[in-house]
């Protein structure tokens, strides 16, 4: 079934997608979308957040029904009523939260729905084979079946919900942003992973931000802009990359980095934030660093080399075991995030919707949460002054759409950042701490954020940039530390260091 | 104010009318669009209390439909209609109080005691409303700090105190009712203002208490951000613990001043006072429209919610109707409402 005579015959088509419109009340989210998926290839969905990436792949796996268009599945008219109905017909979605049942098994989470019984009676061992086996074919049979999913790394439960989705007859797996959350070794680990299926026949449609990824694994590209296609079907090979952001963006950008300021911190003041012997056992030792007005510090280094870790342990949100912060000169009480707050720090967090945003409040509120104290006189509130200073703020970071009485749920993903660094922007912070700034964030909109970064400091902030992406790191920061196994092995000025040297600090521990 | 101002729809109720080009009305039918919002849930509630009032007027005629009668139904709302504001907060703030029947409970026995009523009698009759309130934020703390900072999951912690709370009450007094013989008290809590009883009166003060703090102060602002996501509120600089803490606080005295409301009607301390009062306060806040899961409240909506429990109940009495078959349609009432709120939430989401 999965044999596919590739140079004799035309790639067998799976999955087409026709004029496919989709209205929500207020939006049209998908205004005449065409796709058309091939069995064997890698085909990349690009375009800004907000382009209908999520809603057209929702309406390939049934959770959405097209107003117009039709889906074709394996030559026929289909249509997908229920979720359940694709996965039958072979469409696999992971999506990039991923959805599995944290306290039970490996074995248990992939045929979730489907158990291995017989009369009623689970057959653990054969499910535990299967899906032995099932790994295996991705290359990842060290997973035992029996462990519990909730105690695996964020790749190996990606690579498990890639399981699930082949226990079923998979034909067609759509990825959104799988490598949002993974190191570069684990990306490339995931790229043996999918060239393995495409070998099979499987077809994969592959949602990224990040273009060089999809130079690597992608065959050909299919370019979202406002709910239409601007381009279908773009061989890789031939496409520059200046093309693709000019067609996703509708005009011509590249990575932008603000230029740093030509006038390095004064040595001779005291800095800003200085982290002192910080450590918390079994997750990172003896981190110290200092952060002067105006300087941009980045972090980076492998996911779960603690990074994070560390930044949240300087803001009072994880609870070191030794060592001390302190902001111009006052230390700050161990594991008090209210302390640290009050002393003028802030936190745009990794997971801006779960640790950042307050989903279904409005835009204003969530940019006043923390300086409540401006807009109150004996603990009332004075919601116009709130929401007047709330609106300069929006309009000067250029939030849209504009109102800022709309919840913030229904911003797009760089524009609810930019409230997460408007609420410190109000409270006039002393120190911003960003952990992973630009995920999940469109090209427009990153270069947008890293200007803002930039004037922050040039304001006399103190930033503290945590990334994954050595390029925004390098990029941005004035100064890196790279952190490994929980050790800072290396800091060095942005400009002494390259790409590959980081890479080399951040695998190795040691520069090339 | 309007009621649009509620709870946390305001916003999104507010958000066509801030940005004319996408209006959200225009797409649905009018009638979704208003049920939808906060205005239109409350009144929703409003039109449901109405044909309440409307079966009550027809069955029992005159002896509904009286001045009298409607303050009888106030009268019998108050107590547990202050106990169910302070619910509004801890259901808002993303908790849930199961011990507020027995905290009433053990505050009335408390305050009534020999020793209270001779110090309320030789000093102040106030001593007992001290001693009430005093004691329901006491049970109020305790609840707070174990869900606060000791951790124990709201259902569990304020299910050990409920029953350790009731417990206590009856060791207090034996199991005896205490007969309240305070005069400066019954003066106080059976004087009328402009054909009001003081009960009565102070459950509307507290409403309005209630809706300011929520919807005007910057603790309410709070509340509903530490219900709607807590680690957000925690890494925003909130110190969601404190806050939780007060929380129970605030509804441990609730229960102190519904407790001098129940004495003040029956004229007895006893430890089966505001029995099952958990079930009524829970099923008015969220029949009102408060969210259970927690960030989104609505104090107005609560006190229809228990405008409504209570009417049913004068209506049902007032045609001998069984208790049994009120509770019957007691618990209709409540997956009516709740089925509802879904359909509109759901509405409201998919903009």
């Known amino acids: 079934m999965t044999d596919d005579d590739r140079g004799t015959v035309p790639p067998e088509t799976l999955l087409e997608l026709r004029g496919i419109v989709k209205q929500f009340p207020g939006v049209r989210a998908l205004d005449g979308v065409d796709l058309l998926v091939r069995a064997g290839e890698v085909h990349c969905l690009l375009g800004q957040n907000g382009a209908g990436k999520s809603t057209l792949i929702k309406t390939v796996a049934g959770v959405n029904q097209p107003d117009e268009g039709s889906l074709h599945w394996l030559g026929e008219e289909v249509r997908f009523p229920t979720p359940l109905a694709a996965i039958k017909a072979g469409i696999a979605t992971i999506y990039q939260e991923l959805d599995f049942v944290a306290d039970l098994t490996v074995a248990e989470n992939i045929f979730l729905g489907h158990e291995r019984s017989s009369g009623g009676f689970l057959q653990r061992a054969r499910a535990n084979r299967e899906a032995t086996a099932l790994l295996t074919r991705l290359g990842h049979g060290d997973i035992a079946p029996t462990r519990r999913m909730g105690a695996l790394s964020p790749a190996a439960q990606q690579i498990v919900s890639m399981a699930r989705a082949l226990s079923h007859e998979t034909r067609v797996l759509v990825l959104d942003e799988p490598s949002a959350v993974l190191d570069q070794e684990e990306v490339r680990n995931l790229f043996r992973v999918v060239r393995g299926l495409v070998a099979e026949g499987v077809g994969v449609v592959y949602i990224s931000h990040r273009l060089e990824e999809i130079r690597e694994i992608g065959d050909r590209i299919t370019v979202l802009k406002d709910g239409r296609t601007v381009a279908t079907g773009l061989a890789v090979a031939d496409t520059p990359t200046s093309e693709l952001i000019r067609l996703m963006t509708g005009r011509s950008i590249e990575y932008v980095f603000p230029e740093r300021t030509v006038a390095p911190p004064d040595d001779d003041r005291r800095p800003v934030l200085e982290v002192e012997g910080l450590a918390q056992a079994g997750v990172f030792e003896d981190v110290s660093f200092t952060v002067g007005a105006g300087e941009i510090v980045g972090l980076t280094g492998l996911v779960g080399a603690g990074r994070s870790e560390i930044l949240e342990a300087v803001y009072g949100a994880r609870r070191p075991t030794r060592g001390e912060v302190r902001v111009d000169g006052r230390r700050l009480r161990r594991g008090s995030v209210d302390r640290a707050v009050r002393a003028g720090m802030g936190l745009c967090p990794e997971e801006r919707k779960s640790q950042g945003l307050l989903l279904d409040e409005a835009v204003s509120r969530n940019i006043t949460v923390s300086s409540m104290g401006r807009f109150a006189r004996a603990g009332f509130l004075d919601e116009a002054r709130e929401r007047r200073a709330a609106e300069e703020l929006t309009t000067s970071l250029d939030v849209r759409p504009t109102g800022v009485t709309r919840a913030v749920r229904t911003l797009s993903g760089g524009n609810q950042q930019k409230v997460v660094l408007a609420r410190w922007l109000m409270r006039e912070c002393r120190v911003l701490l960003l952990d992973e700034p630009t995920r999940g964030v469109d090209v427009g909109a990153r270069a947008e954020i890293y200007r803002l970064v930039r004037d922050l400091a040039d304001a006399g902030v103190a930033v503290v940039v945590v990334s994954s992406e050595i390029e925004e790191v390098l990029g941005l920061s004035d100064r890196v530390l790279v952190v490994r196994e929980g050790r800072v092995v290396h800091s060095a000025p942005a400009a002494d260091l390259d790409e590959s040297q980081v890479l080399d600090l951040v695998m190795e521990g040691r520069a090339a | ?351």
């Not at chain 2, 009698?121 to 001290?130: A, F, L, Q, R, Y």
């Not at chain 2, 203002?193 to 703090?213: N, S």
């Not at chain 2, 007060?246 to 505001?274: N, Q």
């Not at chain 2, 989104?296 to 004068?314: A, D, E, Y």
């Open chain 2, 1 to 351: 104010m309007t009621e649009s101002t509620t709870g946390v729809a305001a916003p999104l109720t507010k958000a066509p009318a801030a940005d004319p080009p996408p209006p959200r009305g225009r797409s649905t039918s009018p009638l979704a669009a208003l049920t939808g919002s906060g205005v239109g849930r409350n009144l929703g509630l409003v039109v449901a209390l109405l044909i309440l009032c409307g079966v009550g007027a027809a069955t029992a005629g005159e002896r509904f439909a009286d001045l009298d009668n409607a303050l009888t139904i106030l009268r019998l709302a108050a107590a547990v209609g202050v106990v169910s504001i302070g619910m509004t907060f801890v259901i808002t703030g993303g908790g849930i109080d199961l011990s507020v029947g027995a905290i009433l409970a053990l505050s009335s026995v408390w305050c009534t005691t020999v020793a209270t009523q001779t110090m309320a009698n030789d000093v102040h009759w106030s001593t007992m409303v001290i001693a009430a309130i005093a004691v329901g934020a006491g049970c109020g703390l305790v609840n707070g700090l174990l869900i606060a900072y000791g951790g124990v999951v709201p259902f569990i912690a304020t299910l050990a105190m409920l029953a350790s709370a009731r417990g206590l009450a009856e060791i207090l007094s034996n199991r005896r009712t205490q007969i309240v013989e305070v005069p400066g008290f019954d003066a106080f809590f059976g004087a009328e203002v402009l054909g009001i009883e003081v009960p009565v009166l102070l459950f509307v003060l507290v409403a309005i208490a209630g809706w300011v703090l929520l919807n005007r102060t910057t603790f309410g602002r709070r509340t509903v951000a530490v219900g709607g996501n807590p680690e957000a509120a925690r890494l925003a600089g909130i110190n969601v613990k404190r806050h939780t803490l007060m929380l129970y606080v605030l509804l441990g005295v609730c229960c102190g001043i519904a407790a001098l409301m129940l004495i003040a009607r029956t004229s007895t301390g006893s430890s089966t006072h505001g029995m099952l009062y958990e079930l009524d306060a829970i099923a008015a806040v969220v029949i009102g429209g408060t969210l259970l899961a927690g960030g989104r409240g609505t104090i107005v909506g609560t006190v229809l919610g228990v405008l409504i429990f209570t009417t049913l109940t004068n209506v049902f009495t007032l045609n001998n109707r069984s208790i049994s078959e009120q509770a019957l349609l007691k618990g209709a009432i409540i997956v009516v409402a709740v089925l509802l709120q879904q359909r509109f939430a759901r509405r409201s989401d998919s903009s």
